[in-house]
């Protein structure tokens, strides 16, 4: 049974996480009412149809002046320059929370602008897409990723464990770490993919200018391996420059196995390249299978289902008649009389659009962010 609550959440940012977390916490029952804010007036209007938002605030300080949690859920930048415009608005005993992929510079800057009477505590959901924008949320994109949460050591205990759960209510799974920790983690597993990602797009784009059937022999192992290259460059600038020295460390890290790669070749030493690429190799098929990470599969979509007999059996048979092959199948929040959410990862591009195709022809909600 559903735990309901009275919580008044603010939610500001309407973006991709900003409109998943109103979802996904609206649809749980712990909250009462959201309020919403965006400096564009189309987000907040989207919001409100999509049902992310019951009302919004005519400015950040109105929006958060009567929440009992409050939720940054835009660019780092912004959150920074936010935090002392809701410190002076917020009413005694708020929590507030923010979904930055740094948290240092974010923390620092709590301690500095919020009143004694506040509790902060950072947050970074570990999922998201390359696509941004209130258009593409979801209120299960946070399903069985980690969300990871840095309280102060003087945070409250009251406050840590009703942002526990409001993570697990997002499907999320919440691991509380230290902000420096949490910095140095994403640089390497996040932060340097995203750079090394841009590199190599980079890198082909201007060798296709002097060879255009590059990007016409252009493999689908390309287009996956530089698939976070398409991400906002505005918004990555942020990242990348509030978590500098973690990312500068990864990237001498980067730097020193690329270099050790091209000695090996350079002295066509086959044994240390077999090595150094089998140990790769070890690893990336070491990697957890169904744990979720910064962002999802690059062929993923969700459906959402109600709670009968033999649902899952009808959508996999629809997609096996069209040819689609399914790599995986996870099941989100399929609740008793209420139904939920399939997340189904397909083998290609193509796939995904007939997929798409012919659940839509047969009745079916689905979506996609890839």
């Known amino acids: 049974m559903t735990v309901r609550a009275n919580l008044r959440l603010a939610v500001i940012g309407l973006g991709l996480i900003g409109g998943s977390v109103a979802l996904a916490l609206k649809e749980s029952g712990l909250v009462a009412e959201v309020i919403g804010y965006d400096v564009e007036h189309t987000s907040v209007e989207k919001a409100a149809q999509i049902g992310a938002i019951d009302c919004s605030g005519e400015s950040v300080e109105e929006a958060v002046a009567e929440a009992d949690v409050v939720f940054l859920c835009t660019p780092i930048p912004i959150i920074l320059d936010l935090l002392p415009l809701v410190g002076a608005a917020i009413k005694p005993g708020t929590l507030v929370t923010d979904v930055g992929s740094t948290k240092c510079i974010i923390m620092q800057r709590g301690r500095e602008c919020l009143p004694k009477s506040a509790d902060f505590i950072g947050g970074h959901p570990m999922a998201g897409s390359e696509k941004g924008g209130i258009g593409v949320a979801d209120p299960y994109l946070f399903e069985n990723a980690i969300y990871v949460l840095t309280p102060d050591p003087d945070s409250s205990p009251q406050a840590v464990g009703l942002m526990e759960r409001l993570a697990k209510a997002m499907g999320a799974r919440p691991a509380i770490m230290s902000s420096i920790r949490h ?156 139904g939920g959410a399939l997340r189904l990862a397909v083998a290609s591009r193509e796939c995904l659009a007939s997929a798409l195709r012919v659940l839509h022809a047969n009745g079916y909600q689905a979506w996609s962010r890839s």
């Open 183 to 338: 910095d140095q983690v994403v640089a390497g597993v996040s932060h340097l993919p995203h750079l090394v990602a841009s590199t190599l797009a980079g890198t082909v784009a201007h060798m296709s200018e002097t060879e255009k059937m590059m990007v016409e022999l252009a493999a689908g192992g390309l287009r996956d391996t530089t698939r976070v290259a398409a991400g906002d460059a505005k918004l990555w600038n942020g990242i990348l420059m509030s978590n500098r020295e973690p990312v500068l460390g990864a990237i001498e890290r980067f730097e020193a196995v690329l270099g050790q790669i091209r000695v090996a070749i350079q002295s066509s030493d086959d044994e240390a390249l077999t090595n150094a690429l089998n140990a790769a190799a070890v690893f990336r098929k070491g990697l957890p299978q169904t744990a979720r990470g910064l962002l999802s599969s690059s062929f993923e979509l969700t459906v959402r289902v109600v709670d009968e007999p033999g649902m899952l059996s009808k959508i996999t048979t629809l997609l096996s008649q069209v040819g689609v092959n399914i790599m995986d199948i996870e099941i989100l929040h399929i609740r008793e009389g209420e």
